[in-house]
């Protein structure tokens, strides 16, 4: 009886979003009498960090400093629509829906700012600290607080903008099947060394190495988050979590803790991540968003461990001991796979 | 059912509030008394999100008599800010330790207790302390890593 190392590798293309009825996202930005900002969306915040990367993306655009930026997803029954958050399509469409709606408001507080100033909106810029000043002459200026209030005051002017994202549904050709489904794919790849023990059957990840492609990281303590987090939901998926019997059994559904393997925080394994930032010509800034690829590669790169670490293939998720066991006994033994030494690999070439 | 009147000490301060006799305190807390900061996950003693500290350990709301508290101290997450945050909620923000939060108030109990029994923690003292918390979003490194940083910093205020 012995335990087994093996590594496995995966790597992924992730769509981004998907491409039900063209996907869209709605925004609607508009300025308070106190001069900030309100960004209204129905995307929903579920600790992934929308709020945080729409404010950011919203400040951005609009040329205002981050704490002047209120989001608001407080209701879906009176924000402006959206498909959700899934598909990890929240950065890229709902970012997208928001650059739109936040410079018809940008172009509409310089209009008032151009007003006030008596000078011709195109020759105004903001300093992203809440003025907005003559391009070349920083003496000429207006907060954007004063902006806001002199459109909403005197001007008789909303300070406000409308944005939507949508990627025109794709149809099926009927004659080879082609669509394109998605504009944007992020990438990941990982490698995980595992350790499986061929009395027990049980597999345990000791070390995960990726890289993960994510556009541009526009918070990248918020992406270090989700992709520690969600790489680790994805070793989860390989080896523990279930609800048993599975689809399509009609007793399948949710179940209690004490029926639903979940590891804890006893189950971990060291994650050395790279992100790799190759901005989305499509994306908001050039994000894409990293959300459900955390966990893919994770999968696959397991079972291509365990298969290399006892030569059993398992297909079926998770990979219990029970199944690693009975795939064990079924080929007569652990069967490492046999590991050429440097000299015999070149000479086999 | 019968009501008891229940008199205890709510982070810090006397609190009394009429409790069905099998009401939990997790119900109690939430309903009875208005703090919101135990969170019902389960219901049945696994996920941890009701965490409470009665007596200086830590409880499992959810699995306790609401009249058994009767005269006994209770600290939720909600007394853990004394005018300003708690260093444990400030290492969970500088760790970015919570995404959905839902698990969050039951970690902060159950490393309160810990630090405050054993000042300088291994990870594997962090790891076993929170062993009854689920958390969903994290993976648990920011949490444990959050923990070990208070501990770090309070050694060396
Ligand atoms: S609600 Fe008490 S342990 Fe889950
Ligand atoms: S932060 Fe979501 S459960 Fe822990």
Redesign the pocket.
Known sequence: MAMHRGRGFASINYPIGMNLGGDPSQALVHSNPDGKFTVALSSIDL?QGMKSVTRQIAAETLGIPVADVYVDTADSDTGPHCMGSFASRGTHRVGNAVIQAAQEARAVMLEAAAEELEVDATDLVTDGRGNIHVKGATSRSITTMAACQAAQFKQGRTVSGRGIFLIPLSEVDPETGEMTPVSCFAHAAMLVEVEVDDETGEVSVLDMQSAYEVGRALNPRLVEQQLV?GAWMGMSHALWETTEPYYPDRSHGPVDFNNYLMPGPGDLAPHHISVLERPAPDGPFGGKGPGEMCANPVLPAVANAVYDAVGVRIDELPITPEKVLRGIRANGGARPKMRLTRTQFAGAR | MAKKPVTFILNGSERAAFAEEGLNLLEFLRRGIGDLSPKYGCGQGTCG?CTVIIDGETHLSCLTMAVAIEGRKVETASGLANGKVHPLQEAFMEHF????????PG?LMSAKVLLDRNPAPTRADVIEAISGN?????GYEP?IDAILATANMRRLA
């Open positions: 600790g987090g | 999100a330790a919570a995404q959905c939060g839902y698990c969050t970690m689920l958390c969903r979003c994290t949490i």
